[in-house]
């Protein structure tokens, strides 16, 4: 276990389904981040929330809605996904924004069917 | 614009050799890196880091090299173990402005060790 807890980790949905994915840290980190892995792609950064307060959305599809009701808590909101969304997600906390010191979790293997 | 990748996709390396994995960063104002390795199943997990006042740092069995002219980073490993095997991705600081900082990661070179 690194600190970086996510559920489920295994994760399949229809185009119509509304389903969240939770992440939790308990690192005493301020800063936690979304990710999503998709083959032969990079990591792509989609969502940064710092002290509770989201601080990057990189042009993320509105059918993505994160929360963080608190520093150790985060989730990710997922509703009419469609195929193309299928990927690992992975989130990740950091002491501070950026710079040094991320640990990942597991990520959630999400396929839309 | 501005992106972190890797020259190979794949590397197959005999147990005990080194390996040697290769990154090339394009943000001349980047002074933050960072190589991840993943194995299957599991999240990125940091093998170690440099800053660009520095040009070489060891670790454990790995060592990083950072050459700022063209704007090149690599990770060496030593003896390679079949617990070596998994993707390395090389990450790049960068400043995004208003005082925050993005990592942007390369593609990733998945090391295959060969007992």
């Known amino acids: 276990e690194t600190g970086v807890t996510q559920t489920p980790r295994h994760l399949v949905m229809g185009m119509t389904n509304k389903k969240s994915l939770k992440c939790e840290q308990h690192?005493?980190?301020?800063?936690m981040y979304w990710y999503k892995q998709s083959a032969k792609k990079p990591l792509e950064l989609m969502f940064v929330y710092n002290f509770k307060e989201q601080t990057e959305n990189n042009s993320v599809p509105s059918r993505f809605s994160p929360e963080c009701p608190n520093s150790s808590h985060l989730f990710l909101h997922l509703h009419t996904l469609q195929p193309e969304d299928s990927a690992l997600y992975l989130c990740a906390s950091s002491p501070n924004v950026g710079r040094s010191g991320y640990t990942f979790g597991s990520g959630t293997r999400l396929t839309v069917v | 614009g501005e992106s972190v990748g890797l020259h190979l996709p794949t590397l197959s390396v005999q147990e005990g050799d080194n390996s040697i994995i290769n990154c090339a960063y394009s943000n001349s104002a980047s002074d933050y890196f960072i190589w991840y390795k993943q194995e299957s199943g599991k999240g990125p997990q940091f093998i170690i880091d440099?800053?660009?006042?520095?040009d070489k740092r060891q670790g454990q069995r790995v060592t990083v090299l950072l050459n700022k002219t063209v704007k090149h980073l690599s990770l060496q490993i030593a003896a390679t173990q079949p617990g070596d095997s998994a993707v390395y991705f090389c990450a790049e600081n960068v400043y995004s402005g208003a005082g925050s900082y993005q990592l942007t990661f390369g593609k990733g070179t998945k090391l295959s060790v060969i007992p």
């Open positions: 440099i800053r660009s006042n520095m």
């Open positions: 690192l005493g980190h301020n800063a």
